[in-house]
């Protein structure tokens, strides 16, 4: 890695969240350079957010392919379990509207054809600058055996390559994309004519019509290795692979939820359009409508919904169905994508 400072701050947003799941921590904004003009870091959100704004959507984003409709309706969100953390407290009732939800994970096929169709270049893959310093591109890999950090910041790795220059995707168009933040799933969205879902209906479409469950298959923990992908074993460093995938599965590799969704728990976090709040329920009464869809701040991390390979029941549990975390906006982790949805 080519810098003391740049390794800490970028493995510090990832460590955060793995460390500490009910705490909200704040990122530096990292600097896109394209030029040697500097860019003001202020506007970076908002420069993020105009570029996407200028990606011509897909002709036949009116296509529900791959989709499934669900129908809208009401639950109560929130903990419901004694692994519950004090972010998913008090249980509140949500109102959901009717949406397309992607039936699976975005995987490296579809991300390829979003690349090709706009030139997209995604975060991991741009150079960057911190406090006048610039940076060569890339990503955040997990490394169990490091002792001081189990994140390291791994130069050039991204979507094509997600632990680094010597991996790649080879053969594995049917998986789950990674190494893509935020800003990249919002890119692909809007080029979908698509957007991220937002948490509430995350949790809506993961308990797929059944708020009392704990996990999308029931309260039965002893079936988790037939239903999601997870981390068996000694977290971090032993893995007993009882579930068939050490990292990442292809999608449709487990069954899916009531729902006819699939890999809604583990396998990959993902995305979610809000901004984080650790105190976000408690303050359910006060929100104007939209509360959740707040995605304006931009140094304030965003949601991820649904858990990982990582995760493990002595953990962070993120494959409960009321789990919640986040990550900063611009950060990529081999680990992390996103689905899509669609207003109906």
Same mark, same amino acid.
């Given at each position: ?141 997990? +490394?169990? /055996?490091? =002792?001081?950090?189990?994140? $390291?910041? @791994? *130069? ?117 359009? +809000?901004? /984080?709040? =650790?105190?976000?329920?408690? $303050?359910? @009464? *006060? ?58």
């Amino acid at each position: 890695m080519s810098s003391s400072i740049k390794s800490y701050l970028l493995v510090l947003s990832a460590f955060c969240f793995m460390l500490s799941c009910n705490e909200n921590k704040k990122s530096k904004p990292i600097q896109v350079i394209e030029q040697e003009p500097e860019v003001n870091t202020v506007d970076y959100h908002e420069n993020y957010l105009r570029e996407i704004s200028f990606i011509k959507t897909r002709e036949d984003s009116a296509s529900t392919k791959n989709m499934i409709k669900l129908e809208g309706g009401s639950y109560m969100m929130g903990g419901n379990s004694n692994q519950a953390r004090q972010d998913e407290f008090p249980r509140h009732k949500e109102n959901i509207d009717p949406i397309w939800v992607d039936q699976t994970e975005v995987t490296n096929a579809q991300f390829r054809e979003f690349v090709e169709a706009t030139g997209y270049v995604t975060t991991a893959e741009r150079s960057f600058e911190i406090k006048g310093k610039k940076y060569e591109p890339g990503a955040l890999v997990f +490394d169990p /055996y490091n =002792p001081e950090w189990w994140w $390291k910041f @791994e *130069k050039k790795a991204n979507w094509k390559h997600p632990t680094g220059p010597d991996s790649d995707i080879e053969g594995k168009d049917n998986f789950p994309v990674v190494q893509v933040s935020w800003y990249d799933a919002m890119a692909y969205a809007k080029w979908a004519g698509k957007r991220l879902p937002t948490e509430a209906e995350y949790e809506y479409f993961n308990r797929a019509g059944n708020d009392t469950l704990i996990y999308h298959w029931g309260n039965d923990f002893e079936k988790a290795t037939d239903m999601v992908n997870f981390h068996q074993g000694n977290f971090p460093r032993q893995n007993t692979v009882a579930d068939d995938f050490e990292k990442k599965a292809p999608a449709k590799s487990f069954p899916p939820n009531a729902y006819r969704l699939y890999e809604t728990s583990g396998n990959i976090w993902e995305w979610c359009l +809000d901004t /984080y709040y =650790p105190d976000a329920y408690s $303050k359910i @009464e *006060k929100r104007e409508d939209g509360y959740f869809k707040d995605f304006i701040n931009m140094e304030q991390q965003k949601v991820i919904r649904g858990g990982s390979f990582l995760c493990s029941e002595s953990y962070c549990t993120g494959y409960r169905n009321s789990a919640r975390m986040s990550s900063a906006p611009d950060t990529g982790l081999e680990h992390t994508g996103f689905r899509c949805v669609r207003d109906i």
